[in-house]
């Protein structure tokens, strides 16, 4: 029997890894393979959850390395770069001695291009998902740095794959896959909604938002604390419960701790620092909409046929459906959204309509067909920049 091919999929936070959950487990299944997971930045932090230990629960087999980068010690730029800087510096080692034949990124952020990096220069090839994808925020630059390192790619829509292409990208290193976070919805891949009410102190009954508001890396901690307390304020004037959860580790995530923190005795929010991620999901079923500038509003969100409102430019330019309700990050403008996406009843039949734009659930099966039978030789390695 041929040697197994280790396959090696790096997570920096919870949405991340909740991605990649459908194709760790048929990886995890097949008997040719073997899963590996490198988890850092968010995982590794008592601050966001410590998370890893979410990681262990679902494959409590899998070779699992921790990357300790310091995240949570603060949200300066400097303080950002010198954590990347120790991602970098950590993640050879072991690679070295985990020894995967393809290492896995995912997404747009930093501390996966210092994985890709690192993979690059030992000679491991490097898949990349979600790749294509214009957003806001400092995560186009990244996304796009991270398609340059990559030699494989699996982009979720074709006018993604067209942008990887027009970055200079081999046509035959892309594969248009559909998203694997919607592989996880459409086959029922998360917890209940009764039983994630009962575990988050919901009622049967009760109508109840959900809240992600991450710091926009343009902006101070100033502006960022202001943007999310307008949030907050807009909400609590509607009466509802609201669940929410810390936003990431990106610069500027402070400033939405600290008005986090003004209400954290105000029985109408809710609030933890990591939610599971099935558990989310859970709770996107049957909430009254998302709010926040999360790139869940725009990708699980439809598939839900949950409202959004999505708060200032940390999405700008991302492609959504009609679930999305854009606003500016002051309290007058977010209430307005909110009142409309929760009234209108124009809006409220375009909800009806379920997401397909991301796929149809069957993206693991087929980044898995790519990873078991893609030949790992000097032409994958080899990149030719047109």
């Excluded at 501390?111 to 214009?134: R, S």
């Excluded at 790619?153 to 990208?169: D, M, Q």
């Excluded at 304020?233 to 009466?239: F, S």
């Excluded at 659930?361 to 030789?377: F, P, R, S, T, Y």
Aim: include cysteine; glycine fraction near 8%; proline fraction near 4%.
């Amino acid at each position: 029997m041929s040697q197994k091919r280790k396959i090696c999929l790096f997570s920096g936070k919870r949405g991340g890894f909740g991605a990649y959950l459908p194709l760790m487990q048929l990886i995890a299944a097949d008997p040719n393979l073997e899963l590996q997971i490198l988890l850092g930045d968010m995982h590794a932090s008592k601050e966001f959850g410590q998370t890893s230990d979410e990681a262990r629960k679902f494959f409590p087999n899998a070779k699992i390395e921790v990357i300790e980068m310091g995240a949570g010690r603060g949200d300066s730029p400097v303080i950002r770069a010198e954590n990347l800087g120790v991602c970098l510096q950590k993640t050879p080692a072991i690679l070295e001695k985990l020894k995967p034949d393809l290492v896995m990124v995912h997404g747009d952020r930093a501390e996966h291009m210092m994985v890709a990096l690192a993979a690059l220069n030992l000679g491991i090839p490097v898949g990349h998902t979600q790749g294509g994808e214009v957003s806001g925020n400092i995560d186009d630059v990244q996304r796009h740095a991270i398609t340059k390192l990559a030699h494989l790619h699996f982009p979720e829509t074709e006018s993604a794959a067209e942008r990887i292409k027009k970055l200079g990208e081999e046509g035959w290193r892309i594969h248009v896959v559909g998203s694997t976070y919607i592989d996880r919805i459409v086959k029922k891949m998360y917890v209940p909604n009764p039983e994630a009410r009962a575990k988050y102190g919901l009622t049967a009954e009760e109508k109840y938002f959900l809240i992600i508001f991450h710091p926009d890396t343009y902006l101070s901690q100033e502006k960022n604390y202001q943007a999310a307390k307008n949030l907050l304020a807009a909400v609590k004037n509607t009466g509802l419960k609201a669940v929410m959860t810390y936003p990431c580790s990106d610069p500027g995530y402070q400033g939405v701790l600290d008005a986090m923190a003004e209400i954290k005795d105000d029985s109408q929010f809710s609030i933890h620092q990591n939610i599971d991620n099935l558990d989310f999901l859970g709770l996107m079923s049957d909430a009254q909409a998302i709010i926040g500038n999360s790139s869940s509003a725009v990708v699980e969100a439809p598939y839900f046929q949950l409202a959004a409102v999505n708060v200032g430019r940390r999405q700008e330019g991302r492609d959504r459906e009609e679930n999305v309700v854009d606003c500016e990050a002051t309290a007058e403008d977010i209430s307005a959204k909110i009142k409309f996406v929760l009234e209108d009843v124009g809006f409220r039949e375009k909800l009806k309509k379920r997401g397909h734009r991301l796929g149809n659930g069957q993206a693991a099966e087929k980044i898995l067909g790519v990873l078991k039978n893609v030949n790992i030789d000097e032409k994958l390695m080899k990149k030719h920049i047109a």
